[in-house]
């Protein structure tokens, strides 16, 4: 897919796998060079490859070698989100949007596996399978998928996976059927086979790198996309492992042990990788949960084993008990899925279910309000002020029919961002326009330094000395969470 020698991927698989397998933050997730990444470097790669034959002494392959210089980029990338400690925001990502991204890719997984019920008659265009072909491959892929469903409830101590893989196997070499191997397809491809020796440094990238000339910019927009890609699909497939296994895994130092490898792609010669959600799965499914399980192998059946499993069977079953925010998220995260890629999926969900939550915060603001016996008027708010909510919040005041004295009481909301700021300003101004004295009650340390940093003379408004246990048991609960 990518435009490169299939050697080039096997590389990054080997250098991925064995890297993150020692030094990553997830035991038993598979990592390899996957289609999403494949499809970031098409254009980098093509790009290169056009400017390579248009130099003075023509350099052939040149978008490859542009290739390995911004695998380094991506590894000074990655690093840097696990220095920052940025992986654990896959924890934010919410659940809807999480089942629609396995919905999605099982979705994906199935599609891919149609395609392995075609062949070529003399060369041509892929057709699909017909009469003895057909039936044997439907048989094959039934063994495969009967094996592994009927295994496990005989016994757990042996991998189904791979009885099946060895059981189909020994049917097709022993009875002499014509099916489809890993050799036909290479040979589909133009090769009689791979040959290649261990990866090795690739020091000519050193002075390749004033032949990037004007495309620098294509060369770390490309990092950015490889990073965000590869780093969002690998926290995902993290996360998912996470609840299959009952365990936690560090998506920070997933992050630092791909930044290495990476690295290692680049100099070493690497296509570049990330996390394989359909082969980690296969792993720990089949009981891979230690570093030493970094590569398994997998058959067509054994693939449809695998979309039964991932797929979130009981989405069918909540989406009527669901919130409908949270079903549109689920469906649309799922389509998106096939549509395009994981990675864009995940960005669409997240965002939805970021924005439906702004609306539904935004909506539900409330200011309780009651008379206190000097005559004060308090209102209590409850919920958080943020961008979304001013709007509501302002309207809940009236400050001409107000009493000379009024209480804005926080104790059950918090200010959460500059918006709601300003909004405290203006409602605190129109009081003081009209001579009226107006008192913010109950704000945390957090919301008092967030308010006096923005404006010195919120001083002026805010009450300090507040006799009230509610307010230092509030308090202290949000210093801790804080810390």
């Not at 096997?10 to 064995?18: E, H, K, P």
């Not at 359909?278 to 449809?304: D, H, K, P, Y």
């Not at 209102?379 to 001409?400: R, V």
């Not at 804005?408 to 959460?416: A, C, M």
């Amino acid at each position: 897919m990518a435009g490169v020698d299939p050697l080039v991927g096997l590389y990054g698989a080997f250098m991925m796998g064995l890297i993150t397998a020692l030094f990553g933050g997830r035991l038993g997730m598979i990592l390899g060079a996957t289609g999403a990444m494949a499809v970031v470097m098409v254009h980098l790669i093509q790009k290169g490859n056009a400017v390579g034959l248009t130099l003075d002494v023509p350099i052939e392959n040149l978008g490859l070698q542009w290739l390995f210089i911004t695998l380094l980029f991506v590894g000074v990338i990655q690093i840097s989100a696990g220095v920052f400690r940025l992986g654990k925001f896959v924890r934010l990502i919410p659940h809807p949007v999480m089942m629609g991204f396995v919905n999605g890719l099982a979705i994906v997984i199935f599609l891919f596996q149609l395609g392995l019920f075609k062949e070529r008659i003399n060369g041509g265009v892929p057709q699909w399978m017909q009469g003895n072909d057909l039936l044997i491959m439907l048989g094959l892929v039934a063994l495969t998928m009967g094996i592994m469903f009927g295994l496990p409830k005989l016994t757990t101590k042996i991998p189904a996976a791979l009885i099946a893989i060895i059981v189909v196997a020994c049917v097709t070499i022993f009875g002499n059927l014509e099916v489809s191997t890993v050799g036909s397809f290479i040979k589909q491809g133009g090769g009689t086979g791979l040959e290649g020796s261990l990866p090795t440094f690739q020091s000519q990238i050193v002075t390749l790198f004033d032949r990037i000339q004007g495309n620098w910019g294509l060369i770390l927009s490309t990092a950015f996309l490889l990073a965000a890609v590869g780093l969002i699909e690998s926290l995902m497939t993290l996360n998912l492992i996470d609840e299959m296994t009952e365990s936690r895994g560090s998506g920070n130092r997933e992050c630092v042990a791909q930044d290495g490898a990476n690295i290692l792609n680049g100099l070493f010669g690497g296509m570049g990788s990330c996390a394989m959600i359909g082969q980690s799965i296969i792993n720990v499914e089949s009981g891979g949960r230690g570093c030493l399980s970094g590569a398994i192998a997998a058959l067509v059946g054994v693939m449809f084993m695998v979309v039964i499993g991932t797929f979130a069977w009981s989405s069918f079953r909540i989406l009527h008990k669901i919130p409908v925010s949270d079903a549109i998220v689920l469906i649309t995260v799922s389509a998106v899925t096939v549509w395009q890629d994981l990675a864009i999926a995940v960005f669409v969900g997240v965002i939805m279910s970021a924005l439906v939550f702004a609306w539904e915060s935004a909506t539900r603001i409330r200011a309780r309000k009651h008379i206190k016996e000097d005559g004060t008027k308090v209102y209590e708010i409850w919920k958080p002020l943020f961008f979304g909510s001013t709007q509501a919040f302002s309207a809940k005041f009236d400050p001409k029919d107000d009493p000379e004295k009024v209480e804005i009481d926080f104790i059950e909301s918090k200010v959460s961002d500059h918006s709601g700021i300003e909004a405290l300003r203006g409602v605190a101004n129109c009081y003081l326009d009209l001579k009226k004295e107006i008192k913010f009650t109950h704000l945390s340390e957090e919301c008092i330094t967030l308010l006096l940093k923005a404006n010195p003379k919120f001083e002026e408004v805010i009450e300090r000395s507040i006799d009230d246990l509610r307010y230092y048991v509030v308090s202290d609960v949000m210093d801790e969470v804080i810390k």
